[in-house]
């Protein structure tokens, strides 16, 4: 499946900014299952330093300052990315999760607390079920996932990007970060490896509506160390296990590894940030 992503983020300042320094990592990553045609990133004002170099996961990161005074700022990625389904048959083989060797430098990193996530006896006892001995490790993530699912309530005012995995056994609802966060915290308070995924979701209007300019948003979901198998998706927001409508940007040990824009600036007073994100299949932007 071939999609052409629009990402447009505006920040209003209500004084003048005169300096800022900020990272972007908007760029689709390459990887097995997905191969990024064409990337843009348009910077408004001009910044006066500009550099893009990957960082320590092989995320691509735009490194800019401006130097500038300005009272508004605007940054626009445009994509085209080609995307494959992994080729997993629906209960794949997989090792028994409490024989999971995560040793090996490259998933060991996943498998320890992060600046946001810490293993805990609360997150344990609430993935103990989908965990009985000898299950095997695929099934077991998709079953928490589905848990998380059914469980706890999508509500984008219940949470901050603050928010602990443990807040969430007691608010019971939050957006996909907060889902992300929970799922990754599980597993690694059973000694698994999993990393936190940042990209988009492609979404289809309701059945007669046309789609809405900029009604698409950023998404988040794991990737689950599964031994043989390698790094699997799973999306405990919309329980499934990750295909062609999953667009990857990047991933890290948490949200904080793979936010898509942060920086600092001087000055500025209150600040405004709105969002648009457009997610579509090439079909129809060529319609």
Sequence with gaps: MRYVIRHATTYTYTEP?????????????????????????????????????QDYFGNQVDCFSIEQVHELLRVTSESVVDVAAPSLSPRPESPPWDKLDVRQPSVAIFALRSPRIAPSAALREFAWPSFPPGRRVFDAVRDITRRIHEEFTFDPQATTVHT??????????????????????????????????????????????PRLTGADASHAW???????????????????????????IGWGRDYGDACPIQGVFIGGGQQQMSVGVDVIPQQEAAA
């Design 164 to 209: 602990r995995p443990e807040e969430l056994l007691t608010l019971r609802r939050g957006v996909c970060q907060d889902f992300a966060h929970l799922a990754i915290g599980c597993l690694r308070s059973l000694g698994l490896a999993a990393r936190y995924v940042s990209g988009y979701v492609s979404t289809l209007p309701p059945p007669g509506q």
């Design 222 to 248: 794991i990737s689950a160390y599964c031994g043989p198998l390698g790094w699997v998706d799973f999306d405990p927001t919309n329980d499934k296990v990750v295909g062609d409508s999953h667009i990857t």
């Design 17 to 53: 900014v005169p300096v800022c320094h900020n990272l972007a990592k908007l760029a689709p990553r390459e990887t097995t299952n997905q191969v990024c045609r064409d990337f843009r990133l348009a910077i408004e004002p001009e910044p006066t330093f500009r550099i893009r170099r």
